[in-house]
T-cell receptor
């Protein structure tokens, strides 16, 4: 049972445009959400996070939006750069536990 | 560099064998997590330790075991290996909130 879903395996965007990566979750007991970026042959690196008490968090070119009623979060990258080309994972922390559940990832390709 | 060190980076072994993967967390981090990433799959949570004690368990097979030592490094032991155990195994450490991942150990079972 995949509790955190990234339904788009891949996404291509032109350089300078906005990249929107989506993530859906099924468990209402998740209370903290994170996005990670992964380059080939490297471990995932933390990008940005959001608590369930917020609906938006920004860090430079990266913004995460959380819609709790829809159990949906998204990562916006503006403007997209070729160096952003990577696999992006969303993750959710189960409240009261130490379990971080990851999605299957979306491969972003930013075209120059 | 995340500060999390994993060894070995690559490992090739045969079915039925046993291997040990090692992880050194970031300085000061008490929590260690183990994840498995199979081909085209997400990161599957295996197990988490905090200061030497098991805190959370995920989809870890009975053939797999882990421990965290007093110096906070952790080992993941995989035994009676099967072809399907071929995967990337990631270790992550945490102090608060975010996980910091190592570069992973790629296990190939032939």
């Amino acid at each position: 049972d995949q509790q955190v879903k990234q339904n788009s395996p891949s996404l291509s965007v032109q350089e300078g445009r906005i990249s929107i990566l989506n993530c859906d979750y099924t468990n209402s007991m998740f209370d903290y959400f994170l996005w990670y970026k992964k380059y080939p042959a490297e471990g995932p690196t933390f990008l940005i996070s959001i608590s369930s008490i917020k609906d938006k968090n920004e860090d430079g070119r990266f913004t995460v939006f959380l819609n709790k009623s829809a159990k949906h979060l998204s990562l916006h990258i503006v403007p997209s750069q070729p160096g952003d080309s990577a696999v992006y994972f969303c993750a959710a922390l189960l409240s009261g536990t130490y379990k971080y559940i990851f999605g299957t990832g979306t491969r972003l390709k930013v075209l120059a | 560099d995340s500060g999390v060190t994993q060894t070995p980076k690559h490992l090739i072994t045969a079915t039925g064998q046993r291997v040990t993967l090692r992880c050194s967390p970031r300085s000061g981090d008490l929590s260690v997590y183990w994840y498995q990433q199979s081909l085209d799959q997400g990161l599957q949570f295996l197990i988490q330790y905090y200061n030497g004690e098991e805190r959370a368990k995920g989809n870890i097979l009975e053939r797999f075991s882990a421990q965290q030592f007093p110096d906070l490094h952790s080992e993941l032991n995989l035994s009676s290996l099967e072809l399907g155990d071929s995967a990337l195994y990631f270790c992550a450490s945490s102090k608060t909130g975010e996980l910091f991942f190592g570069e992973g150990s790629r296990l190939t079972v032939l």
